[in-house]
Structure formats: C-alpha cells, structure tokens
C-alpha cells in the first residue's frame, strides 16, 4: 500500500487535532507595549483525565531507516501506530526541517482511514485524545521536537503493528508527486 503525503492544513487536519501556526484566523492580541502579537490558543491541552499533569519535553528525533529522499522527493514505511486515550499530545518542530505526520481517526483503528501530511518547519500539531498517530517521523536528519502532553495514572499508550507494509512517498517541494 503507497500512500502519498498532502501540505498540512487545519481544514484537513480538523479531525486529528489542531494545526500550531500562525495564521489570520487566529485570536490576535498585542502585547507587551505592542511589541508581541499574541497568536491566542492555538491548541488546547486535554491532559486532566485521572488528575493527570502537563508536562513540556524535547523529543530528539533520528529519521528512520527506511527514509530515502533524493532530490526533494522521498519514501519511508510504516510499521506502527499509536494513540494516548487519556490526552492530547502536541508537537512543535524546533528544527529548520519539515516532518511527516501519520494520522488515523480515534476508535478501531482502520488502516483504510490513514492520512499522511508533510508538515513544514513552522507548522505543529496537537492530536486530540484518542487520535492514532505514528511516532514523530524526523526526515533526513535528526530533529528536535518540543512536545507537550500528560504524565499520570493510567496506561496511556497504545500501540499497534502495522501487518501489511505500507510506505509513505512524500515530495519536499510540497507539490504533489
Ligand atoms: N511514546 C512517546 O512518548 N512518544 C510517542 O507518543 C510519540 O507520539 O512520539
Ligand atoms: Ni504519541
């Protein structure tokens, strides 16, 4: 199964979480005399299930070994899924570097419903609760990611094999392949 990697944009990822960027629709407020725009709550945390606490890690990230990119376009395949049923989990890229993000709908998973976005180096994502999502995928060479999600009770990760290879194509340019 190939899939091919679409721009990441709010429209499309509206059922996976939130895209965190700067963007005209957002709440704009001025601060500090003017001096800062504050692009108001772009995402919101979802980590009180079982009195859990948010947390701020780095995640550094190494490309996995199967990534293959020449000349701007590039392949990779999957081999796992997983999602946090007590909380949202953001990512924001603190690398120059765009990454792939692997989504499917919360509930059964359903390999059928896989949606696969390049992300680019000013765009983060927050999956909502319950949403599957592949571990970040860093493309080319290591990148840090700052995330921001739940530590608490609970089992909070659940993870799935992918049975049948899927591999991703994605193009850096973002055009379509
Ligand atoms: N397991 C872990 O902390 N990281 C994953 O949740 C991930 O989405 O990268
Ligand atoms: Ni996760």
Redesign the pocket.
Known sequence: MILHAKPLSQKAFQAFGDVIEVNDEAEKISINYGLTQRYHALATLDISEEAGQGII?V?R?SPKESCQINAGKGQLTLDCM?R?PLSS?A?YPLSANAYLVVVAPAGEFDVTQLAVFLASANQGVN?HKGTW????LALGQTADFL?V?RQGAGKN?DEITLDNKITIHFNLDKRSD
């Open positions: 890690s995640f990230s997983e946090h989990q990512f999956y999502h592949h571990y970040s995330v999600d990760c």
